[in-house]
C-alpha cells in the first residue's frame, strides 16, 4: 500500500540556518503531495503541496518539489525562524478504496534557538 | 460553522467505560477522516467515510472501535472498555474529496485521557 517516510526529529537548528526536512514516498498512480505543519498548542494545518510531478509548492519561505523519479517531496527553508519551531508532517493523497485516501508520515519535531 | 469542530475537547475517563467523540466536518464536505496522535508520535489513520459510507476501516485498532456517520454530516467515535493505551489525540478532518489535490482540514481534536 502507499506509504511515506520522513526523517526522525527532533532536528534542532540556530536562527537563520537552513532547514531541509526529508520526505520520500511509495504509491500507485499519481497522487498528491502535502506538508502539514502543527505549531504548539494549534490544530494541523497545510504549509503547501503539489499536485503533480515538478510542481514546486511554497508559502511562508518554505518549499518542496514533487520529485517523481526520486519519489520525494523534501521541504526545505532558506533561513528558518523562532517561530518555525513545530511539528512537520508530510502526506500523500491518493486513489483508496471508494475515494481518496491521505496518508502521513510519522513527523518531524523542529526546534529553533534564538 | 467556519471549521471542523471535535467536542468534547478533553475527555478523562475510567478505564473500562465507554467513550463517544464527536465531529462535525465542514459543511459540504462529502468526506470525513479519523486519526489518532499518540503523544509524540505521528498521525495513525483509522477510518474514512465517503458520504454515511465507509469504505475503508483498516485502520481501527479493534473490535473496540466502532464510527458511524449520519446525514452526511456528523460522525461518532466510539471507544467501548476503554484501556489506557487508548489514551491520545483522536483528530477529524474532511476534505471536499473531489480530486487527490484537495486540502483535508482538521479539528483541534479531542485530547482522551484514560485513567
Known amino acids: 500500500g502507499d506509504s511515506v517516510t520522513q526523517m526522525e526529529g527532533p532536528v534542532t537548528l540556530s536562527e537563520e540556518a537552513f532547514l531541509t526536512i526529508n520526505c520520500t514516498y511509495t504509491?500507485?498512480?499519481?497522487?498528491?503531495l502535502f506538508w502539514y505543519v502543527q505549531y504548539p498548542g494549534e490544530g494541523l494545518q497545510l504549509l503547501l503541496k503539489?499536485?503533480?510531478?515538478?510542481d514546486k509548492g511554497s508559502n511562508k519561505g518554505f518549499e518542496a518539489t514533487y520529485r517523481k523519479e526520486t519519489t520525494s517531496f523534501h521541504l526545505e527553508k532558506g533561513s528558518v525562524q523562532v517561530s518555525d519551531s513545530a511539528v512537520y508532517f508530510c502526506?500523500?493523497?491518493?486513489?483508496?478504496?471508494?475515494?481518496?485516501?491521505?496518508?502521513f508520515g510519522a513527523g518531524t519535531r523542529l526546534f529553533v534557538k534564538a | 460553522g467556519a471549521g471542523v469542530s471535535q467536542s468534547p475537547s478533553n475527555k478523562v475517563t475510567e478505564k473500562g467505560k465507554d467513550v463517544e467523540l464527536r465531529c462535525d466536518p465542514i459543511?459540504?464536505?462529502?468526506?470525513l477522516y479519523w486519526y489518532r496522535q499518540s503523544l509524540g508520535q505521528g498521525l495513525e489513520f483509522l477510518i474514512y467515510?465517503?458520504?454515511?459510507?465507509?469504505?475503508?476501516k483498516s485502520g481501527l485498532p479493534s473490535d473496540r472501535f466502532s464510527a458511524e456517520r449520519t446525514g452526511g454530516s456528523v460522525s461518532t467515535l466510539t471507544i467501548q472498555r476503554t484501556q489506557q493505551e487508548d489514551s491520545a489525540v483522536y483528530l477529524c478532518?474532511?476534505?471536499?474529496?473531489?480530486?487527490?489535490?484537495?486540502?483535508?482540514?482538521f479539528g483541534e481534536g479531542s485530547w482522551l485521557t484514560v485513567v
Open positions: 502526506a500523500l493523497r491518493g486513489v483508496g478504496t471508494g475515494g481518496f485516501k491521505t496518508i
Open positions: 459543511s459540504g464536505h462529502t468526506a
Open positions: 504509491a500507485t498512480g499519481y497522487p498528491s
Open positions: 478532518a474532511s476534505t471536499p474529496d473531489r480530486n487527490s489535490g484537495n486540502t483535508i482540514y
Open positions: 503539489a499536485t503533480k510531478a515538478d
Open positions: 467515510f465517503q458520504g454515511n459510507s465507509a469504505p475503508d
